[in-house]
Every structure is written in structure tokens, then in C-alpha cells.
């Protein structure tokens, strides 16, 4: 899958705060072969592309020169109204591979679960090398395997494109089942206090003992 978004060669006297009120983004585009270069991205067009690409999906870029493959590599978001205010774009390399961390899906339901066991989901991405026409958007990982207590997918489980590279640690583990252990709190006895500490006389009444040496 590949989306395209077009852009055009940033005005060096414009603002940032100019152009996020004109409806563009402030974005920069850079990449081993490719001299960095400030850009700017109508802001609807960015977002919708950036939703449905994220980080893993390439982005061919229109209006700066040659059309240009890239992935969106960060994007920076305003923490109260979640509108996008700037991006960076990493242009590929043709020919090269690029090492990416793929996000992990999660699929099928694992038998232990109804068992009452625990699964646990340990890593929810990999490090992969791949060519760009094989980019995943996602990989899955199948769950329906995880039986029974023990029962664990290593990173090497997961089926790759047939031009990847497994990056990450091939034994480090996504997924595995540990068994639910119930603990009970036990009930700590209270001591009681012994019977000789246990004053059973009210003290007089404030006044009571002058009185009493008074007649």
C-alpha cells in the first residue's frame, strides 16, 4: 500500500504560526541521498494520511522536485487539541532496505486464557530490515497456539516478508502463559492485653482526693 501526499517548498519568511493559520503544517524532509529541505503540508490532507500510514506505510511526496517515497518518521502533536504541528519525513533510499520497528498485532484467542491462565503480551513491536514494497503496516501474531502454562511465541515465530531480516533478539519473547496463583491474606490474630495490665478502677473525679484529705 502506498499513499501519496502532496506538499510544496516552504516560504523562508513565512512564520510557523503563519502557516498553521493559513491551513498548512510546517514539515521537514531529509534521508541518506537527500539534502533536508523545509516543507509545508495542508494540515486535513497530513492528517488524514498520517492516520491511515502511521509510521510504516510509504508516503510518496508531490510538489518538491522528483516524487519522493518516504515514511512519516515523527510527528509532533499539540497535547489538547491533537492537531498536527510538525512532521518529519524520511526519504528512502532506492534500492536499500530499511530497518524499521513494526507494530505487533495480536490475533485469535489463546485456549489458556479460558483455561484461567495469564497471558502475557511482552513486546508490541519489532526491529525488522526490509525492502520498501514489502513494508508491513503491521505483523500479526497468532494467539490460538498458547495452551497451556509455559506455552510462549519468541520473535522468531513471527512470519516476516520475504525480504526481511529479524533485527530484535530472536529469542526475546512477545507473548506466554503464567499460571493464575490465587493468594489468600491470612488472618492475624490480635493479642490481648493481660489481665493484671487491665485496670478495672475509675480514677476519682478531679478534686475528689484534696476532699477527702481535707476531712
Avoid: C
Amino acid at each position: 500500500m502506498m499513499l501519496t501526499l502532496k506538499v510544496k517548498p516552504r516560504d523562508s519568511k513565512s512564520s510557523t504560526e503563519t502557516l498553521r493559520k493559513q491551513g498548512f503544517v510546517p514539515a521537514v524532509l531529509y534521508g541518506p541521498k537527500e539534502d533536508a529541505a523545509s516543507i509545508a503540508i495542508d494540515a486535513r490532507n497530513l492528517e488524514s494520511v498520517w492516520k491511515e500510514a502511521g509510521e510504516t506505510t510509504i508516503v510518496k511526496l508531490t510538489g518538491a522536485g522528483a516524487d519522493k517515497d518516504s515514511l512519516i518518521h515523527d510527528v509532533q502533536v499539540h497535547p489538547v487539541s491533537g492537531k498536527v504541528l510538525h512532521a518529519d519525513f524520511y526519504i528512502l533510499e532506492k534500492g536499500k532496505k530499511v530497518e524499521i520497528a513494526v507494530p505487533l498485532e495480536f490475533i485469535g484467542e489463546a485456549p489458556a486464557e479460558k483455561l484461567g491462565h495469564i497471558l502475557v503480551k511482552a513486546l508490541h513491536e519489532i526491529e525488522i530490515e526490509v525492502a520498501p514494497q514489502e513494508l508491513p503496516h503491521h505483523l500479526d501474531v497468532d494467539l490460538s497456539g498458547l495452551v497451556n502454562v509455559g506455552d510462549r511465541i519468541t520473535a522468531e515465530d513471527i512470519k516476516l516478508p520475504s525480504s526481511a531480516t529479524l533485527k530484535t533478539n530472536p529469542e526475546e519473547i512477545v507473548a506466554s502463559v503464567t499460571e493464575f496463583v490465587e493468594f489468600k491474606e491470612e488472618a492475624i490474630p490480635t493479642e490481648a492485653a493481660p489481665a493484671s495490665e487491665v485496670s478495672t478502677e475509675e480514677a476519682p473525679p478531679e478534686g475528689a482526693a484534696s476532699e477527702a484529705k481535707s476531712e
